[in-house]
Protein backbone atom coordinates (compact mmCIF):
# COMPACT_ATOMS: atom_id res chain seq x y z
CA UNK A 1 0.00 0.00 0.00
CA UNK A 2 3.17 2.53 0.87
CA UNK A 3 4.50 1.80 -3.01
CA UNK A 4 1.19 2.55 -4.48
CA UNK A 5 0.70 5.65 -2.19
CA UNK A 6 4.30 6.89 -2.87
CA UNK A 7 3.46 6.32 -6.84
CA UNK A 8 1.04 8.18 -6.57
CA UNK A 9 2.50 10.71 -4.69
CA UNK A 10 4.93 10.98 -8.24
CA UNK A 11 2.06 11.22 -10.40
CA UNK A 12 0.35 13.94 -8.99
CA UNK A 13 4.11 15.62 -8.83
CA UNK A 14 4.40 14.98 -12.07
CA UNK A 15 1.01 16.03 -13.60
CA UNK A 16 1.42 19.49 -11.88
CA UNK A 17 4.61 19.88 -13.45
CA UNK A 18 3.52 19.14 -16.49
CA UNK A 19 0.37 21.35 -15.87
CA UNK A 20 2.43 24.69 -15.05
CA UNK A 21 4.91 23.81 -18.21
CA UNK A 22 1.56 23.34 -20.68
CA UNK A 23 0.23 27.38 -18.74
CA UNK A 24 3.86 28.10 -19.40
CA UNK A 25 3.71 27.11 -22.87
CA UNK A 26 0.13 28.44 -23.70
CA UNK A 27 0.91 32.44 -21.45
CA UNK A 28 4.20 32.56 -23.95
CA UNK A 29 2.22 31.46 -27.19
CA UNK A 30 -0.33 34.42 -25.95
CA UNK A 31 2.11 36.86 -25.51
CA UNK A 32 3.50 36.47 -29.15
CA UNK A 33 -0.18 36.88 -30.40
CA UNK A 34 -0.90 39.75 -28.48
CA UNK A 35 2.11 40.99 -29.79
CA UNK A 36 1.87 40.00 -33.43
CA UNK A 37 -1.99 41.44 -33.49
CA UNK A 38 -0.31 44.61 -31.81
CA UNK A 39 1.81 45.03 -34.78
CA UNK A 40 -0.52 44.27 -36.96
CA UNK A 41 -2.99 47.01 -35.87
CA UNK A 42 -0.04 49.37 -36.00
CA UNK A 43 0.56 48.51 -39.69
CA UNK A 44 -3.42 48.83 -40.63
CA UNK A 45 -2.94 52.39 -38.62
CA UNK A 46 0.00 53.52 -40.59
CA UNK A 47 -1.93 52.53 -44.01
CA UNK A 48 -4.80 54.36 -42.88
CA UNK A 49 -2.91 57.29 -42.43
CA UNK A 50 -1.06 56.95 -45.41
CA UNK A 51 -4.40 56.64 -47.57
CA UNK A 52 -5.65 59.47 -45.88
CA UNK A 53 -2.95 61.19 -46.70
CA UNK A 54 -2.69 60.92 -50.10
CA UNK A 55 -6.65 61.75 -50.38
CA UNK A 56 -5.71 64.66 -48.95
CA UNK A 57 -3.15 65.80 -51.17
CA UNK A 58 -5.11 64.57 -54.30
CA UNK A 59 -8.11 66.55 -53.26
CA UNK A 60 -5.65 69.28 -52.83
CA UNK A 61 -4.89 68.53 -56.86
CA UNK A 62 -8.53 68.29 -57.78
CA UNK A 63 -9.34 71.88 -56.13
CA UNK A 64 -6.21 73.43 -57.83
CA UNK A 65 -6.69 71.55 -61.18
CA UNK A 66 -10.37 73.56 -61.05
CA UNK A 67 -9.99 75.57 -64.71
CA UNK A 68 -11.39 78.74 -62.48
CA UNK A 69 -8.95 78.06 -59.72
CA UNK A 70 -5.73 77.68 -62.31
CA UNK A 71 -6.95 80.57 -64.07
CA UNK A 72 -7.10 82.61 -60.85
CA UNK A 73 -3.71 81.74 -59.78
CA UNK A 74 -2.57 83.12 -62.92
CA UNK A 75 0.13 86.45 -61.58
CA UNK A 76 0.05 88.48 -65.07
CA UNK A 77 -2.36 88.42 -67.70
CA UNK A 78 -0.10 90.70 -69.81
CA UNK A 79 1.40 87.62 -71.81
CA UNK A 80 -0.04 86.03 -75.13
CA UNK A 81 -2.79 83.89 -75.23
CA UNK A 82 0.02 81.34 -76.18
CA UNK A 83 2.07 81.69 -73.47
CA UNK A 84 -0.95 81.18 -71.07
CA UNK A 85 -2.01 78.49 -72.81
CA UNK A 86 1.50 76.68 -72.45
CA UNK A 87 1.59 78.00 -68.60
CA UNK A 88 -1.92 76.20 -67.77
CA UNK A 89 -1.04 73.18 -69.33
CA UNK A 90 2.36 72.70 -67.42
CA UNK A 91 0.68 73.78 -64.78
CA UNK A 92 -1.14 70.49 -64.41
CA UNK A 93 0.90 68.02 -65.98
CA UNK A 94 3.62 69.47 -63.10
CA UNK A 95 0.80 69.13 -60.13
CA UNK A 96 -0.37 65.63 -61.54
CA UNK A 97 3.09 64.49 -61.82
CA UNK A 98 4.25 65.89 -58.31
CA UNK A 99 1.14 63.62 -57.25
CA UNK A 100 1.99 60.79 -59.12
CA UNK A 101 2.85 58.60 -56.27
CA UNK A 102 -0.24 58.80 -54.57
CA UNK A 103 -2.07 56.17 -56.86
CA UNK A 104 -0.73 53.45 -54.82
CA UNK A 105 -2.73 54.53 -52.02
CA UNK A 106 -6.15 54.97 -53.97
CA UNK A 107 -8.48 52.75 -55.44
CA UNK A 108 -7.85 52.30 -59.42
CA UNK A 109 -11.26 53.99 -59.95
CA UNK A 110 -10.18 57.03 -57.99
CA UNK A 111 -6.92 57.14 -59.37
CA UNK A 112 -8.39 57.06 -63.13
CA UNK A 113 -10.89 59.66 -62.14
CA UNK A 114 -8.07 61.93 -61.06
CA UNK A 115 -6.01 61.35 -64.48
CA UNK A 116 -9.44 62.01 -66.42
CA UNK A 117 -9.28 65.42 -64.57
CA UNK A 118 -5.89 66.37 -65.76
CA UNK A 119 -6.48 64.63 -69.31
CA UNK A 120 -9.60 66.34 -69.73
CA UNK A 121 -8.60 70.07 -68.41
CA UNK A 122 -5.59 70.01 -70.95
CA UNK A 123 -7.86 69.16 -73.49
CA UNK A 124 -10.42 71.89 -72.83
CA UNK A 125 -7.59 74.39 -72.62
CA UNK A 126 -6.02 73.24 -76.03
CA UNK A 127 -9.72 73.32 -77.36
CA UNK A 128 -10.38 76.93 -76.22
CA UNK A 129 -6.89 78.08 -77.27
CA UNK A 130 -6.86 76.71 -80.44
CA UNK A 131 -10.36 79.25 -81.06
CA UNK A 132 -8.42 81.78 -80.50
CA UNK A 133 -6.35 84.29 -83.13
CA UNK A 134 -2.82 84.17 -82.91
CA UNK A 135 -2.57 87.26 -81.72
CA UNK A 136 -4.71 86.66 -78.97
CA UNK A 137 -3.34 88.07 -75.18
CA UNK A 138 -3.62 86.08 -72.17
CA UNK A 139 -6.93 87.73 -70.67
CA UNK A 140 -8.86 86.80 -73.75
CA UNK A 141 -7.93 83.01 -73.21
CA UNK A 142 -8.66 83.24 -69.63
CA UNK A 143 -11.82 84.75 -70.57
CA UNK A 144 -12.88 82.07 -72.47
CA UNK A 145 -11.44 79.27 -69.62
CA UNK A 146 -13.41 81.14 -67.21
CA UNK A 147 -16.84 81.28 -69.46
CA UNK A 148 -16.79 77.74 -70.43
CA UNK A 149 -15.63 76.71 -66.40
CA UNK A 150 -19.09 78.91 -65.95
CA UNK A 151 -21.31 76.54 -67.83
CA UNK A 152 -22.83 73.60 -65.99
CA UNK A 153 -21.30 70.46 -65.12
CA UNK A 154 -18.26 71.87 -66.88
CA UNK A 155 -15.72 70.96 -63.83
CA UNK A 156 -14.94 67.92 -63.33
CA UNK A 157 -12.93 68.79 -60.54
CA UNK A 158 -16.32 68.76 -58.11
CA UNK A 159 -17.29 65.11 -59.63
CA UNK A 160 -13.61 63.88 -58.58
CA UNK A 161 -13.81 65.20 -55.18
CA UNK A 162 -17.05 64.10 -54.26
CA UNK A 163 -15.17 60.46 -55.53
CA UNK A 164 -12.56 61.73 -53.09
CA UNK A 165 -14.83 62.09 -50.27
CA UNK A 166 -16.91 58.87 -51.41
CA UNK A 167 -13.28 56.96 -50.82
CA UNK A 168 -12.36 59.00 -47.80
CA UNK A 169 -15.11 57.64 -46.21
CA UNK A 170 -15.16 54.44 -47.21
CA UNK A 171 -11.36 54.31 -45.43
CA UNK A 172 -12.64 55.33 -42.41
CA UNK A 173 -15.44 53.21 -42.66
Known amino acids: M ?6 FQYVEVAVMF ?20 KERLDINNE ?3 LKLQALERLTVFSERAGLKNMIGRIESMQTSAASLHVSLVNMLK ?8 QQIYVSPEVWNAV ?13 LASTLP ?6 DLGKRVLDYSM ?16 EAKKVLA
Request: a negative charge; charged letters at 20%; hydrophobic letters at 50%.
Open 94 to 101: SEYEYNLS
Open 151 to 166: ANNAELNVIVLDALQY
Open 47 to 49: GLK
Open 2 to 7: TLLEFK
Open 134 to 139: HEAIAM
Open 18 to 37: IYFVVIGILLFEFRNMKELI
Open 115 to 127: TRLKDQNIYIINQ
